[in-house]
């Protein structure tokens, strides 16, 4: 992505909504979102559509179905003998059965699915991969699977499929390392094993479902102090600003909790200040929804807790107006924080700045 300015950096219009849900900032990556009967042309049309290929393929979305099926599927998926559009088909259907009942998920990983189809995630075949990823993904949406996941050898897979995979596969990888990321014992270890950096570069790369993801992932490993050094290190600062920036990403929400995160620790504050991200906040305090203008709040106070310096950027970027605004009409949260934060502001400027 090309440097600008800082100016460049302001939002573009008078109106600053994100698209995402009301009822918070972030939801959980649900289940595939992938078609679930390939188009004509891809490597699993020719079989899901020839002889019993599409019944089967019926009988998998259907809630009655016999655990034999399950371990019939599952024997295929893990046989060396078996093609490997076979195996594609058979990956298939778990991974649809997988998506629409909870019951199917824990059925499923007692039937002893799981071990097998971890192993399908370091298949060479590419599409072979993405139905392995994808039924884990589904897999994981039932909370009594993530431990069993974990255990049988997924993370590091699913964080190479990050690098490497299709774009459904690395989408759905980044929503199964979130779910899995909800288990506290997970998640630092997550990020040691290399997640981070990828999920940035999806973060800035992606397409708008990948960033969507990637964000949620990156919020819920977060929650790891060292995962947000390592974060820092891995450049989440830029991206999070450009898509603060761009109302018309989607991203705005999400991108502020997100470097809200960040700038808990010293090395957060001090790349936000350092890639302009200053007035991207002061912005979002004057013109950015309800919401937004707390979270902005909110990481502004964080910066400004680290000495004079950075309080003296923060008001001569004009924070002050807009925070009194605040002060006087915003939610009961948003008011106590821009109080603080202007009480802060007008505090003599003296040299305390331990990082100056």
């Not at 093609?83 to 009942?101: C, D, F, I, P």
């Not at 072979?128 to 974990?150: F, R, Y």
Request: aromatic letters at 4%; glycine letters at 8%.
């Amino acid at each position: 992505m090309e440097s600008e300015s800082p100016s460049s950096y302001r939002y573009m219009g008078p109106s600053y909504s994100d698209s995402c849900d009301s009822s918070g900032a972030f939801s959980d990556c649900n289940s595939d979102h992938s078609d679930e009967f390939p188009s004509s042309g891809s490597p699993t049309a020719s079989t899901s559509s020839s002889g019993g290929g599409l019944h089967r393929l019926l009988i998998s979305c259907a809630a009655d179905y016999s655990d034999e099926v399950v371990r019939g599927l599952i024997s295929e998926i893990e046989s060396p003998s078996v093609t490997v559009e076979s195996r594609r088909r058979a990956a298939m259907e778990l991974r649809l059965l997988a998506k629409h009942s909870s019951e199917n998920r824990l059925r499923i990983a007692a039937a002893g699915a799981v071990g097998p189809l971890v192993a399908l995630l370091s298949h060479p075949d590419l599409q072979l991969q993405e139905h392995g990823v994808t039924a884990i993904l589904n897999l994981s949406l039932c909370d009594e699977n993530k431990a069993p996941i974990a255990a049988a050898g997924a993370i590091r897979p699913l964080i190479r499929i990050l690098r490497t995979g299709t774009s459904t596969a690395r989408e759905n990888a980044a929503c199964a390392l979130l779910r899995l990321a909800q288990l506290d014992d997970l998640r630092a270890a997550i990020g040691r094993y290399g997640a981070i950096p990828p999920l940035v570069a999806l973060l800035e790369f992606g397409g708008p479902r990948g960033k969507k993801d990637a964000a949620t992932a990156l919020f819920a490993l977060l929650a790891s102090r060292e995962n947000k050094s390592r974060a820092v290190e891995a450049g989440i600062v830029r991206p999070l600003l450009d898509l603060m920036a761009d109302p018309e990403s989607g991203m705005v929400d999400k991108a502020a909790y997100v470097l809200h995160a960040v700038v808990e620790v010293a090395e957060g504050r001090a790349a936000a200040v350092e890639e302009d991200g200053i007035p991207v906040l002061v912005e979002m305090v004057e013109r950015g929804t309800p919401r937004q203008k707390e979270t902005a709040v909110r990481s502004l106070l964080e910066i400004c807790k680290d000495g004079a310096v950075y309080r003296k950027m923060v008001a001569h970027e004009g924070a002050i107006p807009p925070l009194v605004d605040l002060s006087q009409s915003g939610t009961k949260k948003a008011k106590e924080k821009a109080e603080s934060l202007i009480e802060l502001l007008r505090q003599p400027r003296t040299a305390g700045n331990s990082h100056r």
